[in-house]
């Protein structure tokens, strides 16, 4: 009852914010854009890139039905096994296109994981599951999708604030038609949007932009930078296949944090402990090294008891900063691991 009683009252509330949300109208639109003009001019955007942006802006319903679309997740239901999921993200064919992207992008990768610590497996890893290393980028007209989402009104702030992000690209001398990328304003090889590109794209290639649509080296040295932003610990693994004994008292490692934010996602992990401790309480590795007896890891069973469980290290987390979801997360560290075996 308490559900119906939100939705009713959240609909009720989509209805009166503006008047537009709900109608879906070119002419709602039109108007909405004096809104994100006047953010984007108090912004700092500049009049020019204004001038030349606003006049092409049409609503884009596609992108508002794929916003909609996007699956809601019930509280109530259990999460789904990560087998199957694991067996259709990392299979074969993407697992020997990871090792050709590995081995023809060596001579970047390795000075890259020298100039920032950050691995070059997981560069190509995070490349593989983003875009296919780089076949597959997205080619919905960015602003375009960004004003269109933020009129829809679901997430207003942060899309009207990532469009203005997307107008800013171009004032730095990004040209207007590179600006393409996935429905949901990712962009480019490493899929970042708009504010994380101003933040964090780098040019790997020396010709002094960052074009993370058609250089293979800007989008691996924007990816590495991400990860180092984000805190990656040169030298440690993402984590490791472990197998937990029969039997094993999962109350001694509950994990009693909160945490502020994805708390689904890091409500599956146990506790820390350090590998010394993880070792002591029986769990042992299925498929790598065992890491240093100090390093500290969390456990997650993603397919229940008695099936293939990991150990998850402080990196694993920089993943998860990357796209917070612990398939997400997993599939990039296993992929991470086969296209250097
Ligand atoms: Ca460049």
């Known amino acids: 009852m308490r559900q119906v009683g939100n939705v ?22 039109q108007a ?17 890139t204004i001038d030349s942006v606003f006049p092409t802006l049409t609503l884009n319903t596609r992108v508002v039905q794929l916003d909609r679309a996007q699956p809601g997740s019930d509280p109530n239901a259990p999460p789904p096994n990560f087998e199957p999921y694991r067996v259709s993200h990392i299979d074969a064919a993407r697992i020997s ?10 001579y970047r990768l390795q000075r890259i994981e020298q100039q920032t610590g950050v691995p070059e497996s997981i560069m190509v890893a995070i490349w593989g599951n983003e875009t296919n290393y780089g076949t597959f980028m ?6 375009r999708a960004l004003a269109s989402l933020a009129y829809d009104g679901r997430r ?7 469009f203005v992000d997307s107008l800013k690209m171009i004032d730095r001398g990004v040209p207007a038609e590179r600006l393409k990328g996935s429905w949901a304003g990712a962009m480019g090889g490493p899929q970042f949007l708009p504010s994380i590109y101003l933040r964090l794209a780098r040019d790997g290639d020396g010709d002094g932009r960052a074009d993370i649509w058609t250089s293979d080296a800007d989008t691996l040295a924007s990816i590495a930078n991400y990860f180092a932003n984000a805190g990656w610990r040169p030298g440690q693994p993402w984590g490791l296949a472990v197998s937990v004994p029969p039997g094993f008292d999962r109350s001694q490692i509950t994990n009693r944090l909160l945490s502020p934010r994805c708390a689904k996602v890091f409500a599956r992990h146990s506790g820390w402990k350090t590998m010394a401790e993880w070792r002591a309480l029986g769990m042992a590795p299925v498929s790598r090294a065992w890491p240093e007896d100090t390093v500290l890891a969390t456990l997650i069973e993603p397919d229940g008891p008695g099936k293939t469980a990991y150990l998850l290290t402080g990196n694993y987390r920089v993943i998860l900063d990357y796209n917070c979801s612990n398939f997400y997360a997993l599939a990039v560290g296993l992929l991470s691991d086969a296209v250097v075996q």
């Open 8 to 29: 009713a009252l959240a609909m009720i509330a989509l209805c009166c914010v503006g008047g537009s949300a709900s109608a879906q109208d070119e002419s709602g639109f």
């Open 32 to 48: 909405y854009l004096a809104t994100l003009r006047a953010q984007s001019q108090a912004a700092g955007v500049t009049r020019a």
């Open 97 to 106: 296109r990871g090792r050709q992207a590995f081995q023809a992008q060596r």
């Open 138 to 143: 997205g080619n919905f007209d960015i602003p």
């Open 156 to 162: 207003r702030e942060l899309f009207a604030s990532e």
